[in-house]
């Protein structure tokens, strides 16, 4: 969640110190958890490997953009790879839960913000497959979120709204607008 502000910020009005501030973090947790697999429980918490996802994928394009160290984009690069691994193996998915809808929606931010990385194509492919399937289990026909109160309703309607947004899903991708539009 820290990161969240700096790359808003970095996104609206980008600097090489602003967007310094959130890869030396990102550069941290990668040296520890991915190149030197440092042991963490919740490290690899599904929900945080999807929200981390979609930072990754933010970071790695404006690294490249700014001509970055080699080194740096190498390590980012690396922590993709992982991600994807993670965010591909349909028994790691928290379809149950929510948690799910955050891992695919990182899926599908490394797929196409990163669509030279080789599993991209299949990753959207996977993702979309599994987010359909997750919004028949989590949503009813009207548009209601299954899952606990009306405040929770609204949070996962607006995430959903956020992903519809992004312009990452594929243009025969029908079912989040049609949800969107009853929520």
Do not use: C
């Not at 740096?72 to 691994?85: E, N, T």
């Not at 669509?115 to 026909?141: D, G, Y």
């Not at 309607?157 to 929520?183: R, T």
Request: proline share 2%; net charge negative; no cysteine.
């Amino acid at each position: 969640d820290m990161l969240d502000l700096l790359l808003r910020v970095d996104s609206l009005n980008p600097k090489i110190e602003t967007l310094k501030l959130a890869t030396d973090i990102a550069d941290d947790w990668i040296i520890k958890h991915v190149i030197s697999t440092r042991k963490d429980d919740f490290a690899w918490y599904d929900m945080a490997v999807g929200q981390r996802a979609t930072k990754l994928s933010y970071m790695i394009r404006r690294l490249i953009q700014i001509n970055a160290d080699s080194d740096l984009i190498l390590r980012f690069i690396l922590a993709a790879q992982v991600h994807f691994s993670e965010l591909m193996d349909i028994k790691r998915i928290a379809t149950h839960s929510n948690h799910g809808l955050f891992q695919i929606a990182g899926l599908i931010s490394l797929s196409q913000n990163l669509p030279w990385m080789l599993r991209s194509e299949r990753a959207t492919i996977i993702a979309e497959n599994v987010l359909k399937q997750m919004l028949s289990e989590h949503f009813s026909e009207d548009g209601l979120h299954l899952e606990h109160s009306p405040q929770y309703h609204l949070f996962m309607a607006s995430h959903l709204a956020f992903l519809n947004d992004s312009g990452w899903l594929s243009d025969d991708f029908g079912s989040l607008s049609d949800l969107i539009k009853n929520v």
